[in-house]
Each structure stands twice: as C-alpha cells, then as structure tokens.
C-alpha cells in the first residue's frame, strides 16, 4: 500500500479510513480516498471537476450518517491525482475516454477494500457525464445517482460560432493545451468573491472551500485547455 495525503485540517467531515495512490491501467497515479463502517452499500463519490475528496467532508459524513460507507478517486489531472497538462493550473485529459481508467481503478480499490455491497454511484457535474459514459459501458452498480450533471458544456455565446475554427487553428499551431480563451489560471474561488458565485448560496461553505484552496494550493485548479472543452464537447454529444 501506498499511502497518499489526506488534508483533515480543511474539512469538516471524518478522517478516512484510507487514502491510497493507486496506478491507473495506463500508469496515471490516482488518490484513492474511503470511509468504511456503513453496512447498507457503498456510495462510489464521481467528483466534478476542480474537485478533491476534501471537498466533500460534510457529504460523507452524512452519508456515513445514513449507514452507507464511501470511496472516491480525484480524476486524473485535478485534486492530489496526477496532472499533466503544459502548466499545472490548467485542466487537462488526453482523452475523455482515459477517465474510465480512473472508473476501473476506483471499482478495483473499492473491492479491495472489501466495501460492502450494493454499490452506489454518485456522479456530480463532471463526474455525471464520467458516471454516465461508465454505465453505457456496463459499470456494474445496484443504482445511479446524479447532481448537475454535465451532460454537454456552456460556451459563451460570443464564441460558439468561433468554436471549431479556434479548436483546429490551436490544434494545427500545437497549442491546444494552452488554457481556453476566456478562462483563467487562477482557481474560481481565488478571484471571484461570494456575491454573484455560480458554485454556493452559503456563506460557510464558500469560506471552507476558500480556505481549503489557500491553505493547500495544491488542490487549486484553473481553466479548462482548449483540447479539454473540445474534447467535452464532443463527449456530451456522445453521450
């Protein structure tokens, strides 16, 4: 076992159980994060994106809270996983479809852990349309639960009718990892402040979720590349 950092101090929810690195079948180095306890299932935690498993402390707590234990992966390229985009800031995947390594990874963790069965997915915003694509390919959970799932992207509207064209010009000038036009290196909580914020209507939550960015910068994660907005796109299409 490899045992991966836990960042207790920033959350208001329970020390894990376990927080391992686990290798990806393509050799991506992934955190693996449990609970265990709860014996009516287990809840599979599919993230959104910019997300760590911190960040849902208060979440597993009520979920711990209702019998049920839980396991979750920080998707390649963002929280403690493996980025690898040019610049660390930037969200970055070389296919959508390299998430479903990271599916495969998170069931072989959770049945190792000796999890109790049934398993439950849980997928939010990115994590929906990972959950999605997973069960299109057979991902065998007793049930599917999903918040804001990002089943297609919002592009601005100046830019929609400029989309393809920008996608094949970065693409043939080998940019197309730099950060998408519009977007910022910069985490969304380091310069956007609570009035107006698209994430929480609650104050407390968007002071934790301030203080978990500040405290670890590690967690901090900026703009999508511009390969990762087409890539989503075409994926949302997909699906």
């Given at each position: 076992?490899?045992t ?24 991506k ?12 299932g ?11 498993a911190?960040?849902?402390?208060e979440v597993v ?8 234990s ?13 980025r ?7 969200g970055?995947?070389d296919?959508?479809?390299d ?9 072989s963790?959770?049945?190792?852990k ?10 939010h915003?990115l ?8 069960l ?11 918040s ?16 393809s064209?920008?996608v094949?010009?970065?693409?043939a000038?080998?940019?197309?990892d730099?950060?998408?036009?519009g977007?910022?290196?910069e985490?969304?909580v380091?310069?956007?402040?609570f009035?107006?914020?698209?994430l ?6 968007w002071?934790?979720?301030r203080r978990?960015?500040v405290?670890h ?9 511009v390969n990762w907005v087409?890539?989503?796109?075409r994926?949302g299409?997909?699906?």
């Open positions: 076992m490899r991966a950092p836990y960042h207790s101090d920033v959350t208001y929810g329970p020390k894990p159980n376990s927080a391992e690195w686990i290798d990806a079948a393509d050799g180095r992934l955190r693996m994060v449990s609970w265990s306890g709860g014996k009516k287990t809840i599979l935690l599919f993230q959104g994106r910019t997300e760590y911190e960040k849902y402390g707590q009520q979920l711990l809270d209702r019998g049920m839980v396991a979750t992966c920080d998707w390649r390229g963002q929280g403690l996983s493996e690898y985009a040019r610049h660390y800031q930037i970055e995947v296919d959508f479809s998430y479903q390594y990271d599916v495969e990874a998170l069931m963790f959770a049945k190792k000796r999890l109790p069965k049934p398993y439950i997915a849980l997928g915003s994590g929906g349309g990972i959950l999605l694509r997973a299109h390919n057979g991902l065998d959970v007793k049930a599917a639960i999903f804001s799932p990002m089943w297609g992207i919002q592009v601005p509207s100046v830019l929609k009718p400029f989309a064209f920008i094949t010009l970065y693409r000038l080998g940019i197309a730099r950060l998408a036009p977007r910022r290196l985490n969304y380091d310069y956007q402040g009035e107006g914020n698209t929480t209507h609650d104050l407390r939550e002071n934790t979720l978990q960015v405290s910068p590690e967690f901090g994660l900026g703009g999508p590349s087409d890539l989503a796109l994926d299409d997909a699906l």
